[in-house]
């Protein structure tokens, strides 16, 4: 006979169904969802109504089975399918997908959030964030571009703000120096200042260097800069240093300014190391003899040859009023140039706020023995800023080659150049390395006659500003950015989340997960790392509903609701025969 109890199975039938066509039209609805994780409902029997819990067998009976009625169905719950969607390219750099089990790290103000809906893009800040406005978590870098271990913060990549500079560490060298020389060793150049200068006070030739400019008369008997000490500017421009043009440079005389004030100005303004010997016998620098004769001797080697005559020279009071100048400097072309095997080159290198400086090295042959050849280098900077010294040449020294043409002693050599007064940081350290893997420098002969050294800077680690323009993700989750200088580096890294059991995360919308009681503690780590797999730059993972079984399914809710509702419909029928009886 039919009861009331077969209108709440039918009842639950239906209840279970419809809430299933909720899960299936919500996991349709989302098949366009970035990331959407599939659902699916589960059933289970109610609770049955015993009728007979069964008997065991005994010697007169085999035992019966337990006599049940089902009480109809309920949910035993829903489950969320995590595995991977397709991934789908994007070309949009800030779209991150995730080809493993891990998920983004987003905040929103103190509370942290999972995803994996990796649609994200920079607010006005710069931040990355989700549609919805959390922020990303993931590493920062310190001031050299490292990765800051162990805190998270907000991902920011300051496109268009950052700006980088770095200081030249150091330089590296390939070339070859020519050692084809028949042991003929270079030598400098010489030029004279003449005729003599007598000192006015004493009527003779000017005998030390400590005597006052002002002292000096013309040859006639007057004074060489007259005015009684009013200062004079004694600019040196256009004079030429093999084959490149010196920078201007200029003296201030005074009343106080020494004819040693005077040689050590040519010494600086022409990168003149004093006090070298020559192959001839003669010392480098400007010198004065005891007959008032002022001499130049230039660093030995082509390249080192000074052009200078009187063109060369303006003297003017500080009203721009020119004077005469008194020297009449010679230099015979037969005998007075320097020569000898030498080779320049010109290399920039950068301070620490990425001005460019300038940089000569000039390497001259020096001697050869029967244990190789020794060659002296000669560094010059226009750049070399000081205030108080105008010095063009900042270091000197040799360098060593064995009988192979292999470097052996004399690298690297470390270079100090100042930058007073630029605001950079000064002095500007480097170093130029001749060995340094495959950039080295050999000293062999080359056959042909008319061959020359060479040598180049290959390398420098030197960077001129730069802007970030625009950057990429790597598959472990690194954020390379590109500056505008051609430089590269590491501004940050997305950070991932894993769980023990991520079907335990409770849906906080907005494509969002909760940590829920059943999850577990998230383990917070990077892509590659604890198996939550790798990023995919500029894409996105899709949803990863399957339609078809979608359809399939909603067909198969269809009849069950249909046939919980005939039950319905034929326990009515059945009570309405029940109640007729009664009439």
Not at 61 to 87: H, M, W, Y
Not at 555 to 578: K, M
Request: proline share 3%.
């Amino acid at each position: 006979m039919a009861s009331t109890t077969s209108l709440l199975t039918g009842l639950s039938g239906l209840n279970v169904h419809a809430r299933r066509l909720e899960v299936i039209g919500n996991n349709i609805s989302n098949i366009n969802t970035t990331a959407f994780k599939s659902n699916r409902v589960l059933f289970a029997p109610a609770l049955s109504r015993n009728l007979s819990l069964g008997t065991s067998p005994s010697a007169s009976s085999g035992g019966t089975n337990p006599g049940q009625v089902g009480l109809g169905v309920k949910i035993a719950g829903t489950q969320r399918n995590f595995n991977n969607g397709a991934i789908s390219r994007t070309g949009v750099n800030t779209d991150l997908a995730i080809e493993g089990n891990g998920f983004f790290i987003v905040e929103r103000g103190s509370e942290s959030f999972y995803t994996r809906a990796g649609a994200f893009q920079l607010n006005a800040a710069n931040d990355l964030v989700t549609i919805s406005g959390e922020r990303v978590q993931g590493l920062a870098v310190d001031e050299n571009f490292n990765l800051i271990e162990g805190q998270l913060v907000d991902v920011n990549v300051p496109v268009g703000a950052l700006t980088i500079a770095q200081a030249t560490q150091n330089v590296e060298f390939q070339g070859n120096l020519n050692a084809n020389i028949d042991g003929i060793a270079s030598q400098g150049g010489l030029l004279t200042f003449g005729p003599a200068f007598d000192n006015i006070v004493s009527g003779v030739p000017m005998l030390s260097t400590d005597v006052l400019l002002n002292n000096l008369d013309d040859g006639t008997g007057a004074a060489l800069f007259p005015g009684g000490g009013e200062p004079f500017a004694y600019t040196i421009s256009g004079a030429m240093k093999g084959n490149k043009t010196l920078a201007d440079q200029s003296l201030t005389i005074d009343a106080a300014t020494t004819v040693q004030d005077l040689l050590d100005f040519y010494n600086e303004a022409f990168g003149i190391v004093p006090g070298l010997t020559n192959a001839d016998g003669a010392t480098t620098g400007a010198q004065i003899d005891a007959a008032g004769i002022v001499t130049i001797v230039t660093n030995s080697g082509e390249l080192n040859n000074i052009i200078f005559d009187q063109t060369n020279v303006s003297i003017a009071d500080m009203a721009s009023a020119s004077i005469a100048n008194p020297f009449a400097i010679t230099q015979d072309p037969a005998t007075d140039l320097a020569d000898g095997e030498s080779v320049r080159t010109t290399f920039i290198v950068y301070d620490s706020l990425g001005a460019p400086v300038e940089v000569d090295l000039t390497v001259v042959f020096e001697s050869a023995s029967s244990t190789g050849t020794s060659w002296r280098y000669y560094v010059d900077s226009v750049d070399n800023i000081d205030p108080n010294d105008i010095n063009l040449n900042v270091a000197s020294g040799t360098i060593e080659f064995d009988t192979d043409g292999k470097l052996v002693a004399g690298g690297p050599v470390n270079i100090t150049i100042d930058r007073i007064d630029t605001g950079a940081e000064s002095p500007l350290d480097f170093a130029l390395n001749f060995d340094q893997g495959q950039n080295s420098v050999t000293a062999l002969v080359d056959g042909d006659a008319n061959a020359q050294s060479v040598l180049a800077a290959t390398l420098q680690d030197g960077i001129p500003i730069g802007t970030l323009t625009v950057f990429s993700v790597g598959e472990d989750g690194v954020l390379t950015g590109a500056f505008s200088n051609g430089v590269t580096r590491t501004i940050g890294q997305i950070a991932f989340a894993t769980f023990t059991n991520p079907e335990g995360l409770v849906d906080a919308g907005d494509n969002l997960f909760m940590v829920g009681p059943n999850s577990g503690t998230p383990i917070v780590t990077k892509p590659l790392q604890f198996g939550t797999g790798r990023v995919i730059g500029s894409a996105l993972e899709l949803s990863n509903v399957d339609l078809g079984e979608e359809f399939t399914n909603l067909i198969l809710t269809t009849t069950g609701y249909s046939a919980a509702s005939r039950i319905i419909s034929t326990t009515d029928q059945l009570l309405q025969q029940l109640v007729a009886l009664g009439r």
